[in-house]
């Protein structure tokens, strides 16, 4: 190694170095069943060489689509050990959203849990990149002990592809955003840089998805030695005696703090729960002093887009407290010191402090591409900086906040709903006009879709046709929360297009106190 060359692991390797110092101690815990660092670790390697059997080749694309899981954490780490790219797909989507996932990603195998495996069954003969159909039956376990423990060697670059994730599009079709191994490894090191140092021995409690928001916090608890504890759905009660008894870290979308502290779950000892990440959603002052209530001094926000995150992030120090010049409890977080955000004005020059504009991002585990969109990138990776299309400003003592969004995304329980989505499958319907989808505040959900449907005289769907075909077509959690059906036109612009802002403003008054966060 070269005089001031830096030092900096492939996921593979940093995942290894840690089970080498923690072999013995609990890594895994999924149902009742316990796995050492160790035993974790053969379980992967066993999948990466069943995966290679298979005549799959290192950098290939795996698509996965499963709840938390053993057999999540097994997928997790053959893709690292086998140098494979991990593509996790969202099990609330559609099977259609599944299809374009795998197949603008040219994806080579879908590792499957049997309960969906309906819903991708028949790719195989749909995608021409898709080879294999991997269905984890209930023999997987047999399967897999078939397969060698030996770890394959791997020649692996760090500036190669180890991760895609997808994030919406404003045509409403998934962008998929390809993450390196240098990438990924800045990602995790800044998702945990403002929580209590983890430490050997710590739990992380997974009751989201890792395929989602809750996969941040998976690999820094692995690197410290902690244990991750996966959890298939999130429930009030069984979380709350898991935070109790376990305590350590977890990731929570507003949704959860706030269905924690509505439902009838009873406040418990949490004085082992060392940080809850908040993020990916919406969330209202009154939200966050209800769980601050609930939990105690524990909550930490992170802020960022899935192409540069996190870029901002703050404590409960720093949350909750007065400031003169600022207001923290409205702030999304203050800049974090390896990440850079610039308030832009129309033509992309940066604004002073106060200034309302688009917000720009930069980190050091930002994409450099956004897969297969060679224009998109031109448009939304400038000069080294991501352009986000939140509108928000930044004050004098550096705390971030988001006043709009410069695109009409919804974001639902921490998931991204893109407006046209929804219009297309709407404007299909017979008696259907014209339709504008919005985002509505939510209590719970911090935003729900909306869709005022301008109808034909005696020919208008009912309201139930419209959620249902929602529902049918794009995935339960992308259907209407409410349906407006109007004969009066929609208000337009002078050039004739439906001004949807118009629309928004009848849902989000100047009194609302939903405020605009999350990654």
């Not at 053993?70 to 959203?97: C, H, K, M, Q």
């Not at 020059?349 to 504009?357: Q, S, Y």
């Not at 209590?443 to 109808?455: D, H, K, M, N």
């Amino acid at each position: 190694m070269g005089k001031g060359e830096k030092v900096m692991l492939n996921v593979s390797a940093a995942l290894k170095r840690a089970m080498e110092c923690n072999q013995n101690r609990i890594a895994i815990v999924a149902g009742d069943v316990e796995l050492t660092f160790e035993e974790a670790w053969k379980r992967g390697c066993q999948l990466a060489n069943a995966f290679l059997d298979m005549g799959l080749q290192p950098g290939e694309k795996i698509a996965v689509l499963e709840d938390n899981c053993l057999e999540a954490s097994d997928f997790f780490l053959a893709t690292a050990i086998g140098n494979f790219v991990r593509v996790p797909l969202y099990r609330r989507n559609s099977a259609l959203a599944h299809s374009h996932m795998i197949g603008h990603t040219d994806c080579r195998a879908v590792v499957v849990s049997e309960e969906y495996a309906h819903e991708v069954s028949a790719f195989k003969d749909e995608l021409e990149c898709l080879k294999h159909v991997i269905v984890r039956t209930g023999n997987y376990e047999e399967w897999l002990a078939k397969q060698s423990d030996i770890e394959p060697i791997l020649e692996i670059d760090i500036n190669q592809p180890h991760l895609i994730r997808h994030s919406g599009g404003t045509t409403g079709r998934s962008k998929g955003m390809q993450f390196s191994h240098k990438q990924w490894m800045r990602t995790c090191r800044d998702w945990s840089f403002f929580l209590p140092r983890m430490e050997a021995g710590d739990y992380g409690i997974h009751v989201g998805p890792i395929s989602h928001g809750s996969g941040y916090l998976f690999m820094p608890i692995w690197l410290a030695g902690g244990c991750n504890i996966l959890v298939k759905k999130f429930d009030p009660e069984i979380f709350a005696n898991l935070l109790e008894t376990h305590g350590g870290f977890t990731f929570a979308v507003p949704t959860m703090l706030s269905d924690m502290v509505a439902s009838s779950t009873k406040k418990k000892d949490f004085s082992k729960l060392r940080g809850i990440m908040v993020s990916g959603a919406p969330i209202s002052p009154a939200t966050a002093l209800q769980a601050r209530d609930f939990f105690g001094e524990v909550l930490y926000q992170l802020y960022g887009q899935t192409e540069s995150v996190p870029v901002a992030g703050m404590g409960p120090k720093e949350w909750f407290s007065d400031v003169p010049g600022s207001e923290p409890l409205l702030a999304v977080g203050k800049i974090m010191p390896y990440s850079a955000i610039e308030i832009r004005d129309d033509n992309n020059n940066p604004l002073p402090a106060g200034e309302i504009g688009e917000i720009a991002l930069k980190c050091e585990g930002q994409i450099t591409e956004i897969l297969n969109e060679p224009e998109l990138t031109k448009e939304r990776l400038v000069n080294g900086w991501v352009l986000s299309g939140d509108v928000g400003k930044i004050d004098k003592n550096g705390y971030v906040y988001l006043t709009d969004r410069k695109d009409d995304m919804i974001i639902s329980g921490g998931f991204n709903i893109w407006p046209a989505e929804l219009e297309n499958v709407i404007s299909s319907l017979e008696g259907v006009r014209e339709v504008a989808v919005i985002a509505e505040p939510h209590s719970r959900w911090g935003e729900v879709p909306v869709a005022v449907v301008v109808t034909l005289p005696g020919k208008s769907p009912s309201e139930e046709d419209i959620i249902s075909a929602c529902k049918v077509q794009l995935g339960s959690y992308k259907r209407p929360g409410r349906v407006i059906l109007q004969e009066d036109p929609l208000p337009r612009t002078p050039v004739g297009k439906i001004q949807r802002k118009a629309v928004r403003e009848l849902f989000w008054d100047q009194d609302t106190d939903i405020h605009i966060s999350g990654a």
